[in-house]
């Protein structure tokens, strides 16, 4: 079975800094992994995602995130934090096929401040 | 362009009533899904749907849960019978054919339980 793990259910930094979300995987097959937000009252977009190829991704609004399979990681960071990026942050993963379901993990809050 | 869209945004009602939640997912997807999230917690896979018929679903998903997919357009949820344990945001999400495995999710419906 699969599982995402993330590391601090909320996470602060100052405008400016940067910014790291920790998300662990476990899945027995490659896997398909993705960061998604969530803002106030909003639904989740997808901010980037790795399927295969190339390890470090870059998404919308100046996030990336690397594809570690010896760390089972896929932490997501920004070099420079915004008092926009303040939301929901979530790491789910999939099996490398059609029409599987996406795994949450519990989530991530980011707090920027000025 | 194009989304998916759910109704409605929010409905509250009483236990042991029944409520149905609907969802007009992205017309050339093929994969469909509804997740939950009660308030605080993560974002969790009740089950997906695909060419007329339940592919996967979770423990979570038991007989009070329907899903249908009636005049080939609206996706639907309805529970049978609410608790006050129903109480949560609920997400339509929609999947395409290929296997990168993004799901395009609705903005989502918050169901109250009384």
């Known amino acids: 079975a699969q599982s995402v793990t993330q590391l601090g259910s909320h996470v602060s930094v100052s405008e400016g800094a940067l910014v790291l979300l920790r998300c662990n995987y476990s899945s027995s097959v490659p896997p398909y992994l993705f960061w998604y937000v969530q803002y106030p009252n909003q639904g989740l977009q997808l901010l980037l995602k790795y399927t295969t190829g190339a390890t470090l991704v870059k998404g919308i609004n100046g996030f990336e995130a690397e594809f570690k399979k010896s760390e089972t990681s896929f932490h997501l960071t920004k070099p420079s934090a915004h008092m926009s990026d303040a939301a929901e942050y979530f790491c789910?993963?999939?099996?490398?096929?059609?029409?599987?379901?996406?795994?949450f993990g519990k989530g991530t809050t980011l707090s920027v401040s000025s | 362009e194009p989304e998916v869209t759910q109704t409605p945004s929010h409905q509250v009602t009483q236990m042991g009533q029944e409520v149905i939640l609907r969802c007009v997912p992205i017309s050339n997807h093929l994969y469909f899904y509804w997740y939950r999230q009660i308030l605080g917690q993560k974002v969790e896979f009740l089950v997906s749907?695909?060419?007329?018929?339940?592919?996967?679903k979770s423990e979570i998903f038991d007989d009070q849960f329907s899903v249908e997919r009636p005049d080939g357009s609206n996706f639907t949820l309805k529970i049978r019978s609410t608790k006050l344990e129903d109480s949560a945001m609920y997400f339509c999400a929609g999947g395409g054919q290929g296997i990168t495995g993004e799901l395009f999710f609705g903005e989502g419906s918050r169901l109250t339980v009384l």
């Open positions: 789910a993963v999939s099996e490398n096929q059609a029409g599987t379901a996406l795994i």
């Open positions: 749907f695909y060419n007329n018929e339940i592919s996967e």
